[in-house]
Structure formats: structure tokens, C-alpha cells
């Protein structure tokens, strides 16, 4: 139980371009979603934390315009990276909370993740 | 400022071990405590939780856990080449309503055959 999927696992785009990327889990209904960002060699980093129905809610520092993040069911959270650059180059992971029995409330389960590089 | 702390390592242990993994945080308020795993590249996995005072055995896995010192640990026991990863400690800081984790930034293991 508790499987997170990320779609797509690579991306390559040109500069200037939007990525968008998908999180689902396939088992569980997510209460809550949650975006990362990891650099190489670096610790995560969370950019926002989303509800089903919410307005997400963004991590200080993190452009709220540059990374929209939709929250359209409780099985699907979408991260959209709009006019890419080489420095949004990173490894963007996904996480949910389930609420399963047996786990604490707030165990999150993460997604396989999502390579983006921008050139 | 809520803060998880861990060494980073790189922490060496012989194949057949125990390797001892530790994490302190700073809110004596915080209630669930969460070890994962990170091999290179991938994302992170649960290995398990602990929310009581005490030692949690899973298989290999024992979490320790001293509210009182502000600790959490992490022993693995009979270490394989295969449990060479990144470990993370995660800490509930409850923040109205949106349980976040704080993650700390996780201690490199390298078990040595």
C-alpha cells in the first residue's frame, strides 16, 4: 500500500519553456501533497505543501508564480515549472500523506521523482 | 526555528555490523519521529517510525527513541553492502494544521564488504 507515482521520470526542455509534472497516488486517497527539490549531493528541500481543493502553500523563497501547483483531486497533484531555466535543473520529488492505519497522520510516501534538465 | 540535526558522515562500517545512526532536534514538543532511506539517484523510503519512548525493532531495524534527551537513533543490525545509502531523520513539527516534516540532511553510510 501507500504507492506514490511521478510521471514523467525525465525531462529535457529548452530554456524558457514549462515542464509540467504529475504526482499520483495510485492506492490512497492523499490528504495532503508535497513538493521537493533536491540538487545534487544536497539535502531536500520542500518547496510546498498542497491540499485537495487549496490554494497550495509555498515554502519562503520559493516563486509561487514560477512553480504552480494544482491540487486537483485526492489523487493527483500537479507541479508546473513555467519559463524554465538552466538553474531549475534538479530532481523534483513528490510526496503524500495517507492517513493509513497504522501510520502516523503525517507519514509521507514519495514519488519515484522527476530529473528535469533544462538547457 | 525548527531544526533536525545529523551527521552527515560519510559513516564506514564494516559488512556484519551494527551501524549506529543518530539525530537530535530541537522541539521538545515534537511528537512522530521517521527514518528513510535514500540510495544515489532515487527518492527517499520509509523505513520505519516511532512515536513512544523506547526501542522499535523491524527486522533488521531498531529505532530508539529519548524524548527527554531530544534523540533519535537509528541501529541497523548484520549490515549489508546493500544498506549503503543516504539515512534521513524527519521530525513532526506540528504547524497549524499542514503536518509537515522537517528532514535532516541525512548521514552518508558506506558498509564495507
Known amino acids: 500500500g501507500a504507492v506514490v507515482s511521478q510521471h514523467p521520470s525525465r525531462v529535457i526542455c529548452k530554456s524558457g519553456t514549462s515542464v509540467k509534472i504529475e504526482c499520483r497516488s495510485l492506492?490512497?486517497?492523499?490528504?495532503?501533497m508535497f513538493w521537493y527539490r533536491q540538487f545534487p549531493k544536497q539535502s531536500l528541500m520542500l518547496m510546498a505543501t498542497?491540499?485537495?481543493?487549496?490554494?497550495?502553500?509555498?515554502e519562503q523563497g520559493v516563486e509561487k508564480d514560477k512553480f504552480l501547483i494544482n491540487h486537483a483531486s485526492l489523487t493527483l497533484s500537479t507541479l508546473t515549472v513555467t519559463s524554465a531555466h538552466p538553474e531549475d535543473s534538479s530532481f523534483y520529488i513528490c510526496?503524500?500523506?495517507?492517513?493509513?492505519?497504522?501510520?502516523?497522520?503525517?507519514?509521507?510516501?514519495f514519488g519515484p521523482g522527476t530529473r528535469l534538465l533544462v538547457l | 526555528q525548527k531544526e533536525v540535526e545529523q551527521n552527515s558522515g560519510p559513516l564506514s562500517v564494516p559488512e556484519g555490523a551494527i551501524a549506529s545512526l543518530n539525530c537530535t532536534y530541537s522541539?521538545?514538543?515534537?511528537?512522530?519521529f521517521f527514518w528513510y532511506r535514500q540510495y544515489s539517484g532515487k527518492s527517499p523510503e520509509l523505513i520505519m517510525f516511532?512515536?513512544?519512548?523506547g526501542d522499535k525493532e523491524d527486522g533488521r531495524f531498531t529505532a530508539q527513541l529519548n524524548k527527554a534527551s531530544q534523540y533519535v537513533s537509528l541501529l541497523i543490525r548484520d549490515s549489508q553492502p546493500s544498506d549503503s545509502a543516504t539515512y534521513l531523520c524527519?521530525?513532526?513539527?506540528?504547524?497549524?494544521?499542514?503536518?509537515?516534516?522537517?528532514f535532516g540532511t541525512g548521514t552518508r553510510l558506506t558498509i564495507i564488504p
Open positions: 510526496s503524500a500523506t495517507s492517513g493509513l492505519a497504522g501510520a502516523p497522520r503525517e507519514t509521507q510516501y
Open positions: 516511532i512515536y513512544s519512548n
Open positions: 498542497s491540499n485537495e481543493g487549496s490554494k497550495a502553500t509555498y
Open positions: 522541539d521538545r514538543g515534537s511528537q512522530s
Open positions: 492506492d490512497f486517497q492523499a490528504t495532503t
Open positions: 524527519a521530525v513532526n513539527f506540528q504547524m497549524g494544521g499542514n503536518e509537515k516534516l522537517t
